[in-house]
Protein backbone atom coordinates (compact mmCIF):
# COMPACT_ATOMS: atom_id res chain seq x y z
CA UNK A 1 0.00 0.00 0.00
CA UNK A 2 1.79 3.54 -0.66
CA UNK A 3 0.14 6.98 0.19
CA UNK A 4 -1.86 8.64 -2.39
CA UNK A 5 -0.17 11.66 -4.21
CA UNK A 6 -2.22 14.98 -3.88
CA UNK A 7 -2.69 17.02 -6.66
CA UNK A 8 -2.00 20.15 -4.29
CA UNK A 9 -0.41 20.02 -1.02
CA UNK A 10 0.02 23.62 0.42
CA UNK A 11 2.83 24.75 2.16
CA UNK A 12 1.91 26.84 4.65
CA UNK A 13 4.47 29.13 7.53
CA UNK A 14 5.27 27.09 10.62
CA UNK A 15 1.81 27.83 13.19
CA UNK A 16 4.28 29.29 16.20
CA UNK A 17 5.00 32.10 13.41
CA UNK A 18 1.83 32.68 12.67
CA UNK A 19 1.00 32.70 16.36
CA UNK A 20 3.76 35.40 16.92
CA UNK A 21 2.34 37.83 14.48
CA UNK A 22 -1.27 37.61 15.10
CA UNK A 23 0.09 38.66 18.93
CA UNK A 24 1.55 41.80 17.27
CA UNK A 25 -1.70 41.85 15.22
CA UNK A 26 -3.89 42.10 18.35
CA UNK A 27 -1.00 44.45 20.33
CA UNK A 28 -1.59 46.79 17.47
CA UNK A 29 -5.76 46.34 17.78
CA UNK A 30 -5.47 46.76 13.83
CA UNK A 31 -7.37 43.93 12.05
CA UNK A 32 -8.07 45.68 8.58
CA UNK A 33 -8.36 48.59 6.11
CA UNK A 34 -4.46 49.17 4.79
CA UNK A 35 -2.99 48.15 8.19
CA UNK A 36 0.84 47.92 8.70
CA UNK A 37 1.40 44.31 7.43
CA UNK A 38 -0.81 45.10 4.68
CA UNK A 39 1.28 47.97 3.96
CA UNK A 40 4.36 46.03 4.72
CA UNK A 41 3.28 42.98 2.08
CA UNK A 42 2.43 45.36 -0.70
CA UNK A 43 6.18 46.83 -0.39
CA UNK A 44 7.51 43.80 -0.38
CA UNK A 45 5.82 41.72 -3.13
CA UNK A 46 6.78 44.78 -5.81
CA UNK A 47 10.10 44.74 -4.32
CA UNK A 48 10.81 41.19 -5.33
CA UNK A 49 9.67 42.22 -8.66
CA UNK A 50 12.79 43.99 -8.35
CA UNK A 51 11.51 47.34 -11.15
CA UNK A 52 9.31 50.10 -10.15
CA UNK A 53 5.97 48.62 -9.63
CA UNK A 54 3.80 49.60 -7.42
CA UNK A 55 0.94 47.10 -5.72
CA UNK A 56 -2.76 47.10 -4.48
CA UNK A 57 -3.55 43.98 -2.02
CA UNK A 58 -6.95 42.69 -2.36
CA UNK A 59 -9.31 40.08 -0.20
CA UNK A 60 -8.57 37.67 -3.38
CA UNK A 61 -7.64 37.17 -6.91
CA UNK A 62 -10.91 37.21 -8.73
CA UNK A 63 -11.81 40.74 -7.15
CA UNK A 64 -8.56 42.08 -8.35
CA UNK A 65 -9.62 41.16 -11.21
CA UNK A 66 -12.66 42.55 -11.34
CA UNK A 67 -11.11 45.94 -9.67
CA UNK A 68 -8.36 46.15 -12.07
CA UNK A 69 -10.67 45.95 -15.31
CA UNK A 70 -13.31 48.18 -14.01
CA UNK A 71 -10.87 50.95 -13.20
CA UNK A 72 -8.60 50.34 -15.87
CA UNK A 73 -11.10 50.42 -18.71
CA UNK A 74 -14.26 52.31 -16.81
CA UNK A 75 -17.34 49.85 -15.97
CA UNK A 76 -18.83 49.25 -19.29
CA UNK A 77 -23.01 48.45 -20.25
CA UNK A 78 -21.44 44.98 -21.76
CA UNK A 79 -22.01 46.93 -25.32
CA UNK A 80 -18.96 46.05 -26.20
CA UNK A 81 -16.23 43.28 -25.42
CA UNK A 82 -12.67 42.35 -23.88
CA UNK A 83 -10.01 40.17 -25.75
CA UNK A 84 -9.38 37.20 -23.12
CA UNK A 85 -8.27 33.37 -23.82
CA UNK A 86 -10.84 30.35 -23.34
CA UNK A 87 -7.63 28.59 -22.61
CA UNK A 88 -7.41 30.07 -18.20
CA UNK A 89 -9.47 29.54 -15.41
CA UNK A 90 -13.13 31.07 -15.09
CA UNK A 91 -12.84 33.43 -12.80
CA UNK A 92 -11.10 36.08 -15.85
CA UNK A 93 -13.90 35.90 -17.73
CA UNK A 94 -16.41 36.44 -14.89
CA UNK A 95 -14.46 38.86 -13.61
CA UNK A 96 -15.01 40.51 -17.11
CA UNK A 97 -18.81 40.26 -16.77
CA UNK A 98 -18.75 41.93 -13.42
CA UNK A 99 -16.88 44.83 -15.27
CA UNK A 100 -19.68 44.69 -17.72
CA UNK A 101 -18.13 43.49 -20.74
CA UNK A 102 -18.65 40.37 -22.60
CA UNK A 103 -15.83 38.11 -23.54
CA UNK A 104 -13.87 37.54 -26.87
CA UNK A 105 -12.81 34.29 -26.82
CA UNK A 106 -9.24 34.25 -28.34
CA UNK A 107 -7.09 30.84 -29.17
CA UNK A 108 -3.61 29.87 -28.39
CA UNK A 109 -0.48 29.23 -30.02
CA UNK A 110 0.29 25.84 -30.74
CA UNK A 111 3.70 25.95 -30.04
CA UNK A 112 3.42 28.28 -26.56
CA UNK A 113 0.07 27.24 -25.48
CA UNK A 114 -0.14 30.99 -24.68
CA UNK A 115 -2.94 33.48 -26.11
CA UNK A 116 -2.25 33.73 -30.17
CA UNK A 117 -1.84 37.87 -30.88
CA UNK A 118 -2.90 36.60 -34.83
CA UNK A 119 -6.16 35.19 -33.27
CA UNK A 120 -6.86 38.80 -31.49
CA UNK A 121 -5.54 40.86 -34.57
CA UNK A 122 -8.49 39.06 -36.57
CA UNK A 123 -11.08 39.81 -33.90
CA UNK A 124 -10.51 43.76 -33.66
CA UNK A 125 -10.04 43.80 -37.26
CA UNK A 126 -13.81 42.54 -37.30
CA UNK A 127 -14.90 45.29 -35.18
CA UNK A 128 -12.59 47.75 -34.02
CA UNK A 129 -14.98 50.07 -32.23
CA UNK A 130 -16.77 47.15 -30.19
CA UNK A 131 -13.29 46.32 -28.24
CA UNK A 132 -12.86 48.00 -24.94
CA UNK A 133 -9.48 45.91 -24.02
CA UNK A 134 -7.45 43.04 -22.86
CA UNK A 135 -7.54 40.82 -20.41
CA UNK A 136 -4.55 38.47 -21.41
CA UNK A 137 -3.56 35.41 -19.16
CA UNK A 138 -0.40 33.59 -18.70
CA UNK A 139 -1.25 30.16 -19.36
CA UNK A 140 -1.18 28.40 -16.13
CA UNK A 141 0.97 30.92 -14.41
CA UNK A 142 3.92 31.02 -16.74
CA UNK A 143 4.93 33.86 -18.66
CA UNK A 144 4.69 34.24 -21.74
CA UNK A 145 7.58 34.24 -23.51
CA UNK A 146 6.60 36.94 -26.21
CA UNK A 147 4.55 39.00 -24.17
CA UNK A 148 6.12 41.69 -25.64
CA UNK A 149 4.06 41.15 -29.29
CA UNK A 150 0.91 41.78 -27.09
CA UNK A 151 1.96 44.52 -25.41
CA UNK A 152 3.22 46.15 -29.22
CA UNK A 153 -0.61 45.22 -30.44
CA UNK A 154 -2.24 46.79 -27.01
CA UNK A 155 -0.43 49.99 -28.12
CA UNK A 156 -1.01 50.05 -31.70
CA UNK A 157 -4.40 49.58 -30.72
CA UNK A 158 -4.89 51.61 -27.93
CA UNK A 159 -6.00 49.08 -26.21
CA UNK A 160 -5.59 48.38 -22.29
CA UNK A 161 -3.74 45.73 -21.32
CA UNK A 162 -4.75 43.38 -18.16
CA UNK A 163 -2.43 40.35 -17.64
CA UNK A 164 -4.12 37.51 -15.25
CA UNK A 165 -1.29 36.34 -13.82
CA UNK A 166 -2.80 34.88 -11.00
CA UNK A 167 -1.07 31.54 -10.45
CA UNK A 168 2.25 33.42 -10.96
CA UNK A 169 3.93 35.35 -8.37
CA UNK A 170 7.67 34.07 -8.86
CA UNK A 171 7.24 33.51 -12.40
CA UNK A 172 9.61 35.00 -15.00
CA UNK A 173 8.95 35.99 -18.69
CA UNK A 174 12.63 35.73 -19.62
CA UNK A 175 15.55 35.78 -17.37
CA UNK A 176 15.76 39.44 -16.65
CA UNK A 177 12.06 39.94 -16.66
CA UNK A 178 9.89 39.09 -13.83
CA UNK A 179 6.23 38.03 -14.56
CA UNK A 180 4.02 41.09 -13.01
CA UNK A 181 5.90 43.88 -14.73
CA UNK A 182 4.01 44.02 -18.03
CA UNK A 183 1.25 45.29 -20.18
CA UNK A 184 -0.92 48.28 -17.78
CA UNK A 185 -0.98 46.10 -14.75
CA UNK A 186 -0.76 42.11 -13.47
CA UNK A 187 -3.29 40.72 -11.41
CA UNK A 188 -2.16 37.70 -9.07
CA UNK A 189 -4.05 35.57 -6.90
CA UNK A 190 -2.91 34.47 -3.27
CA UNK A 191 -5.46 31.69 -2.63
CA UNK A 192 -3.89 28.65 -0.88
CA UNK A 193 -3.65 26.44 -4.02
CA UNK A 194 -1.54 28.80 -5.36
CA UNK A 195 2.49 28.32 -4.90
CA UNK A 196 2.21 31.83 -3.00
CA UNK A 197 -0.76 31.22 -1.27
CA UNK A 198 -2.10 32.47 2.26
CA UNK A 199 -5.55 31.26 2.35
CA UNK A 200 -7.47 34.07 0.13
CA UNK A 201 -6.01 36.97 -1.15
CA UNK A 202 -4.90 38.91 -4.13
CA UNK A 203 -3.03 42.00 -5.75
CA UNK A 204 -2.55 44.19 -8.45
CA UNK A 205 0.56 45.09 -9.64
CA UNK A 206 1.41 48.20 -12.05
CA UNK A 207 3.97 51.10 -12.57
CA UNK A 208 0.99 53.39 -12.36
CA UNK A 209 1.03 54.69 -8.59
CA UNK A 210 -2.05 56.70 -9.56
CA UNK A 211 -3.58 53.31 -10.56
CA UNK A 212 -3.19 51.76 -6.77
CA UNK A 213 -4.68 55.18 -5.67
CA UNK A 214 -8.01 54.25 -7.77
CA UNK A 215 -7.37 50.87 -7.05
CA UNK A 216 -7.46 51.42 -3.32
CA UNK A 217 -10.33 53.44 -3.31
CA UNK A 218 -12.26 50.88 -5.00
CA UNK A 219 -11.97 48.32 -3.03
CA UNK A 220 -12.83 50.59 0.49
CA UNK A 221 -16.58 51.15 -1.04
CA UNK A 222 -14.76 54.07 -3.84
CA UNK A 223 -13.87 56.36 -0.62
CA UNK A 224 -12.25 58.99 -1.43
CA UNK A 225 -10.10 61.92 1.20
CA UNK A 226 -12.79 61.62 4.13
CA UNK A 227 -15.36 58.69 3.69
CA UNK A 228 -16.78 60.55 0.44
CA UNK A 229 -17.60 57.97 -1.91
CA UNK A 230 -15.91 59.04 -5.56
CA UNK A 231 -16.84 56.09 -7.47
CA UNK A 232 -18.63 52.82 -7.31
CA UNK A 233 -16.49 50.46 -5.14
CA UNK A 234 -17.23 47.26 -2.88
CA UNK A 235 -15.07 45.62 -0.06
CA UNK A 236 -12.16 44.12 -1.36
CA UNK A 237 -9.79 44.60 1.42
CA UNK A 238 -6.97 42.20 2.42
CA UNK A 239 -6.99 41.51 6.24
CA UNK A 240 -4.27 41.91 8.81
CA UNK A 241 -3.62 38.12 9.56
CA UNK A 242 -3.52 37.30 5.65
CA UNK A 243 -1.30 39.82 4.86
CA UNK A 244 1.01 38.87 8.05
CA UNK A 245 0.37 35.51 6.15
CA UNK A 246 2.08 36.59 3.51
CA UNK A 247 4.67 38.10 4.78
CA UNK A 248 5.66 34.43 5.96
CA UNK A 249 5.43 33.00 2.56
CA UNK A 250 7.71 35.51 1.05
CA UNK A 251 10.04 35.12 2.89
CA UNK A 252 10.49 31.14 1.89
CA UNK A 253 9.36 31.71 -1.76
CA UNK A 254 12.40 31.35 -3.75
CA UNK A 255 13.62 28.27 -1.86
CA UNK A 256 10.10 26.95 -2.30
CA UNK A 257 9.93 27.46 -5.82
CA UNK A 258 13.78 25.83 -6.25
CA UNK A 259 12.89 22.82 -5.00
CA UNK A 260 9.21 22.69 -7.08
CA UNK A 261 11.67 23.64 -10.22
CA UNK A 262 13.91 20.34 -9.38
CA UNK A 263 11.16 18.47 -9.61
CA UNK A 264 9.93 19.88 -12.56
CA UNK A 265 13.31 19.07 -14.40
CA UNK A 266 13.01 15.55 -13.28
CA UNK A 267 10.36 14.97 -14.98
CA UNK A 268 11.19 16.60 -17.84
CA UNK A 269 14.05 14.54 -18.73
CA UNK A 270 12.37 11.21 -17.92
CA UNK A 271 9.01 12.13 -19.88
CA UNK A 272 10.17 14.08 -22.74
CA UNK A 273 11.25 10.77 -24.52
CA UNK A 274 8.27 9.43 -23.66
CA UNK A 275 6.64 11.55 -26.22
CA UNK A 276 5.31 14.05 -23.25
CA UNK A 277 5.87 17.71 -23.89
CA UNK A 278 5.97 19.92 -21.64
CA UNK A 279 4.51 24.04 -21.36
CA UNK A 280 7.06 26.02 -22.57
CA UNK A 281 8.78 28.39 -20.34
CA UNK A 282 7.85 26.31 -16.86
CA UNK A 283 11.53 26.01 -15.91
CA UNK A 284 11.37 29.94 -15.36
CA UNK A 285 7.29 29.28 -13.61
CA UNK A 286 6.12 29.51 -10.09
CA UNK A 287 5.00 25.96 -10.49
CA UNK A 288 1.53 25.37 -9.19
CA UNK A 289 1.50 22.04 -11.30
CA UNK A 290 3.26 20.39 -13.73
CA UNK A 291 1.65 20.44 -17.21
CA UNK A 292 2.38 18.34 -20.26
CA UNK A 293 0.79 17.24 -23.46
CA UNK A 294 0.44 13.89 -24.42
CA UNK A 295 0.84 13.12 -28.15
CA UNK A 296 -2.27 12.15 -28.48
CA UNK A 297 -5.84 11.80 -26.54
CA UNK A 298 -5.34 8.34 -26.35
CA UNK A 299 -2.33 8.82 -25.28
CA UNK A 300 -3.14 11.00 -22.52
CA UNK A 301 -6.06 8.98 -21.44
CA UNK A 302 -3.58 5.97 -21.08
CA UNK A 303 -1.42 8.27 -19.14
CA UNK A 304 -4.45 9.31 -16.50
CA UNK A 305 -5.43 5.42 -15.77
CA UNK A 306 -1.82 4.95 -15.27
CA UNK A 307 -1.58 7.70 -12.58
CA UNK A 308 -4.67 6.53 -11.10
CA UNK A 309 -3.53 3.47 -10.48
CA UNK A 310 -0.74 4.44 -9.25
CA UNK A 311 -2.46 6.56 -6.74
CA UNK A 312 -1.37 9.54 -7.87
CA UNK A 313 -3.71 12.52 -7.90
CA UNK A 314 -3.50 14.58 -12.01
CA UNK A 315 -5.97 17.33 -13.42
CA UNK A 316 -6.23 18.20 -16.78
CA UNK A 317 -6.10 22.13 -16.64
CA UNK A 318 -7.95 23.93 -18.35
CA UNK A 319 -10.34 21.57 -19.39
CA UNK A 320 -13.07 22.32 -20.42
CA UNK A 321 -11.71 25.50 -21.57
CA UNK A 322 -14.01 27.98 -20.21
CA UNK A 323 -16.40 29.02 -23.48
CA UNK A 324 -17.72 25.36 -22.99
CA UNK A 325 -18.74 26.20 -19.39
CA UNK A 326 -22.45 25.72 -19.54
CA UNK A 327 -23.15 28.99 -18.59
CA UNK A 328 -20.73 30.89 -20.99
CA UNK A 329 -21.49 28.52 -23.75
CA UNK A 330 -25.17 29.45 -23.21
CA UNK A 331 -24.95 33.35 -22.67
CA UNK A 332 -21.77 33.76 -25.21
CA UNK A 333 -22.20 30.80 -27.70
CA UNK A 334 -19.30 31.41 -30.16
CA UNK A 335 -20.21 30.81 -34.22
CA UNK A 336 -19.01 28.53 -36.64
CA UNK A 337 -15.89 31.36 -37.53
CA UNK A 338 -14.89 31.62 -33.98
CA UNK A 339 -14.04 28.46 -33.47
CA UNK A 340 -11.02 28.02 -31.19
CA UNK A 341 -9.06 24.56 -32.83
CA UNK A 342 -5.71 25.11 -30.92
CA UNK A 343 -7.30 25.66 -27.73
CA UNK A 344 -9.64 22.42 -28.19
CA UNK A 345 -6.94 20.18 -29.18
CA UNK A 346 -4.45 21.35 -26.47
CA UNK A 347 -7.67 20.44 -24.03
CA UNK A 348 -7.77 16.96 -25.56
CA UNK A 349 -4.09 15.95 -24.51
CA UNK A 350 -3.15 18.42 -21.83
CA UNK A 351 -2.14 16.27 -18.59
CA UNK A 352 -1.33 18.63 -14.84
CA UNK A 353 1.12 16.31 -12.74
CA UNK A 354 1.54 17.28 -8.99
CA UNK A 355 4.54 19.25 -7.96
CA UNK A 356 4.96 20.11 -4.29
CA UNK A 357 7.78 22.16 -2.07
CA UNK A 358 10.11 19.13 -1.55
CA UNK A 359 8.75 15.85 -2.99
CA UNK A 360 10.47 12.81 -2.15
CA UNK A 361 12.59 11.43 -4.34
CA UNK A 362 10.38 8.04 -3.92
CA UNK A 363 7.03 10.17 -4.97
CA UNK A 364 8.32 12.09 -7.94
CA UNK A 365 9.41 8.47 -9.10
CA UNK A 366 6.46 7.11 -8.85
CA UNK A 367 4.79 10.11 -11.04
CA UNK A 368 7.22 9.46 -13.96
CA UNK A 369 7.07 5.71 -13.89
CA UNK A 370 3.22 5.73 -14.11
CA UNK A 371 3.54 8.16 -16.88
CA UNK A 372 6.65 6.29 -18.75
CA UNK A 373 4.96 3.38 -19.01
CA UNK A 374 2.03 4.39 -21.12
CA UNK A 375 4.58 5.95 -23.97
C1 LIG B 1 -6.76 31.07 -9.17
C2 LIG B 1 -7.04 31.87 -10.36
C3 LIG B 1 -7.91 32.98 -10.30
C4 LIG B 1 -8.76 33.29 -9.09
O1 LIG B 1 -8.09 33.70 -7.97
P1 LIG B 1 -8.87 33.68 -6.56
O2 LIG B 1 -7.88 34.28 -5.63
O3 LIG B 1 -9.16 32.24 -6.25
O4 LIG B 1 -10.10 34.48 -6.70
C5 LIG B 1 -8.07 33.74 -11.44
N1 LIG B 1 -7.45 33.45 -12.59
C6 LIG B 1 -6.61 32.39 -12.69
C7 LIG B 1 -5.92 32.12 -14.00
C8 LIG B 1 -6.39 31.56 -11.59
O5 LIG B 1 -5.57 30.50 -11.71
Redesign the pocket.
Known amino acids: MTDRIPFIRPSFPDPSDVSRAYEQIVEANWFTNFGPCERRLGLAMGEMLGEDVHVATFA ?6 VGALSVVLGRGDHSQYVLVPAF ?2 A ?2 PQALLWAGYRPAFVDIDRESWQPDVASARAIVEADPDGCAGILL ?1 NT ?2 TGNPTVDAWEEFATERGLPLVI ?1 S ?2 GFGSAYTSTRAVGVAGTCE ?1 F ?3 A ?2 PFGVG ?3 AVVTHDPALVERLEQFQNFGFGPGRDSTMLGINAKLSELSAAIGLLQLERLSSRLDGRRATLAAYVRAMGPAGMTVLPNSHRAALGCGSFRAGSADHRAAVMRSLSAADVEARNYYNPPVHRHRYFAEQHALSAQDALPETEALCDEVVSLPIHDDMAADDVERVIEAVVSCR
Open positions: NGTLALTFAGALGDAAVSMHTKEGG
